[in-house]
């Protein structure tokens, strides 16, 4: 991970707060004025949405991050109709399908006698393997929904549940039915996975150099302290000038040493034998994304040549410094190992392209400001296209000639 990023630090003061990518990501889904908006406000006891009569009051996505007994940490999604129409429409339903790929778990909405959108982006979010929850709305303005509840047992193999945001009806049904919907494994999910045990002892090397954000850490680093002071370690953090110090004053060799990625080869010289060496980026590859598909991606990296494209996938927006790790630093190590006429583009928070089969090479960051729903997404497009994905620390370390000595989760 790189600390160029500078809107996605924290401050070492706000270890308490969850960050978005790690929270549950819940999505409602329907068409223009459906009743989305109204079963968020009622679901959540606040106004978190803007209810109109006027169809199509949500333009963008809106995402509330919150706490909701039983389910703990989430994001609640309200996203734009997706039977918007003209050509702002169109853009909506874009960032709605957007939101799609970040969801954990789908609510959609059904009011309408005619519910063929509904019913196609229920198949969608089952190819997902994204559990939905059907929802019918506004039953206290329905007469009689009993043919609609029947369409969508018959199409989808599951009663919907009946709701009304106004007096509350089916309300505590749908929270109980999330919690249930609940990935089995989603507070489970672990940093360090089984790379260390209570009362190991952890270094970690930071780079603080003139493009680390002043005064903050960035937020893998934050939520790596995190996890290890959960897990009853002992963590020493050092810059990377001052390793050789560190490891010095230290009694016993370090179990594990976590590093930036781009001091690998710096760490790996120094580093004692028996001291397992990863990187943030890596631990966020396993993490986020699909360790195995970036290992098994990354060889592609020996048939480029100066013809081939590479994209660089960066996850937030920031603004470009002076040897910047994905505009900057692997341009350059892939160009003086293929040839400088290699094309190498460069795309930075949600513009992902829908077409990948262009590239010869897709190169991801580690992703901390995503969940994993939204970066498996990804992996799963460039999959399907039969285009090789791998990620920051594992291209660096690969390119190091290091990768096989890399400690995974």
Known sequence: MKSTKNNNTAMVGDLS??????????????????????LINAFTNQNVSIVSDVAGTTTDPVYKAMEIHGLGACVII?????????????????????AAQRTDIAVITFYEDDCTEELYWAEYFK???????????????AENKLDLIKKIKSKLNQYPLVVSSKTGQGVLTLKDTLI?????????ESIFGSLITQEDLVLLVMPQDTQAPKGR???????????????????????????????DCLKNPPKLIVTDSQVFELVYKK???????????????????????YIQGVKAIDQLTEASKVLIAECCTHAPLTEDIGREKIPRFLRKKVGSGLTVDVVSGTDYPEDLTGYDLIIQCGACMFNRKYVLSRIDRAYQQGVPITNYGVTLAYLNGILDKISLT
């Open 17 to 38: 707060s969850t960050p978005k990518a790690n929270r549950l990501h819940i999505g409602f889904f329907g068409r223009r004025n459906s009743g989305k908006s109204s």
């Open 271 to 293: 580093k004692p034998k028996e001291s397992l060496l990863t990187s943030f980026s890596i631990l966020f590859a396993a993490y986020k994304g699909d360790i195995h598909r």
């Open 217 to 247: 850490l960035i937020l893998p680093q934050v939520q790596s302290i995190r996890e290890l002071l959960d897990r009853k370690c002992i963590v020493t953090c050092v810059t990377a000038d001052k390793l050789e110090q560190a490891l």
């Open 78 to 98: 309200d996203t734009a109709g997706f039977d918007d129409v003209g050509a702002l429409g169109e853009i909506r339903v874009e960032k709605t399908r957007l």
């Open 180 to 188: 249930r919907l609940m990935p089995e494994d989603f507070e489970a």
């Open 127 to 141: 190819k997902k393997k994204t559990p939905i929850v059907p929802v019918v709305t506004k039953s206290d303005l």
